[in-house]
């Protein structure tokens, strides 16, 4: 049995590594581009922001996106609740103050939504106000730099341009070993992962903290409705528009992504949700990717040659997969989203590594996820419904 075991832990091993070389690669192949200047292209910009409620330092990332490099005629702010009287809206009307020449709007849906996926209401409420061609979705959660619009803005110069996208670094603005690991696997583990994709089949999809798309390739897929029974509505929209043989652009640019969950049970449940949400919209990925951690393997290993009197060739294999996961958040953590938290990239990750796992496996023990207080069923292809 030992000797299975030892052999398990060695297939495993092989598997992450060429992960890991997949991983550089990816990285150089995406930052060949980097030095290249950004062009001086400035179209006008609909930046649409759905809220709900308030949220630890909403304030201090919404007033980013209003100190950009970029001409205040060219681009509005939309902002969008459920509730005209919401918190998050408040607060969004509050930072607009200080602000007075970038235009801004605050629209509100009332009442119950019609999709499962609330979001999507606010999202087509405010499509369709927007006043400009290029619409730019983002989280609420997202702090920007002020040549984000700039970065956003000039994929589009290429008219087959129809979609784009950026990688984000994960923050812990408050720190906490849960939030500090969560944030590291958003560095990491997910930069590797869309890396890897680029570079081997090209952009199919767009990611939810920043998707910018023409409205001319919304319309062509019949509107944001689409995405109402969706928990991965970013997923649904970059793959809409890849189909629809327009380029689906990864930007060399990076943008925070503000980390909320700082307990262990919301994080848990936060990173659990989405394994499952990524397992029902790419299932053959999803399943996978249990061969790119390193650390379970690792483990493994060595357990299995201390049981066989092979104590340094299971320290050894064990070192090993601390060591290719020291070349994964490198190479995507540090060169290409610049995470600046070392400690978290080379001591936290290989835990992170050995967490993903654990939620990997949890993704296939139910199809239901809690959202927003409310439980719901996953289906075949990533729609939902209220479980019964």
Not at 325 to 333: D, E, N, V, Y
Not at 338 to 353: C, G, M, T
Request: aromatic share 10%.
């Amino acid at each position: 049995m030992w000797f299975v075991l030892l052999g398990l832990g060695l297939f495993g091993l092989l598997t992450s590594t060429v992960f890991a070389g997949m991983v550089m690669a990816g990285a150089w192949h995406h930052l060949r581009k980097r030095d290249a200047a950004l062009q001086a292209f400035t179209p006008q910009l609909s930046l649409l922001k759905p809220l709900h409620g308030d949220e630890p330092g909403l304030e201090a990332n919404l007033a980013t996106f209003f100190e950009q490099d970029y001409p205040d005629s060219d681009f509005e702010l939309l902002f969008c609740t459920r509730d005209e009287r919401d918190a998050g809206l408040e607060i969004a009307r509050r930072v607009s103050a200080r602000y007075p020449k970038i235009r801004a709007r605050f629209l509100w849906t009332g009442g119950e939504p019609p999709y499962i996926n609330a979001k999507v209401a606010s999202l087509e409420k405010m499509v369709a106000e927007a006043a400009h061609e290029i619409l730019v979705i983002s989280d609420s959660d997202v702090r920007v730099t002020r040549d984000y619009l700039c970065a956003v803005a000039a994929p589009f110069a290429d008219l087959e341009t129809g979609a784009m996208t950026c990688l984000y670094r994960g923050v812990a603005a408050d720190g906490g070993l849960w939030a500090r690991l969560e944030a590291v696997g958003m560095s990491v583990e997910m930069t590797a992962g869309v890396l890897v994709a680029n570079m081997l089949e090209g952009m199919q999809f767009v990611l939810g903290p920043t998707m910018a798309v023409r409205r001319e390739c919304v319309r062509a897929m019949g509107g944001v409705g689409i995405f109402g029974d969706y928990c991965s509505d970013d997923y649904i929209l970059g793959n809409e528009v890849y189909k629809q043989g327009r380029k689906v652009v990864l930007s060399d640019h990076a943008i925070d992504h503000v980390i909320i969950n700082s307990s262990f049970v919301e994080s848990l449940k936060h990173q659990v949700r989405w394994m499952k949400s990524t397992r029902f919209s790419r299932p053959k990925g999803h399943f996978g990717t249990a061969l790119t951690f390193s650390l379970p393997f690792g483990l493994l290993a060595l357990l299995a040659a201390v049981a066989l009197g092979r104590p340094v060739l299971g320290v050894s294999l064990l070192a090993w997969s601390i060591f290719t996961r020291w070349a994964i958040a490198w190479a995507a953590g540090l060169k290409v989203v610049r995470d600046p938290s070392l400690l978290d990239l080379f001591v936290l990750y290989p835990i992170r590594d050995l967490m993903g796992f654990g939620f990997w496996a949890a993704s296939y023990l139910s199809s239901k996820i809690l959202w927003r207080g409310k439980v719901y069923e996953l289906l075949p292809g990533g729609r939902m419904r209220e479980a019964g």
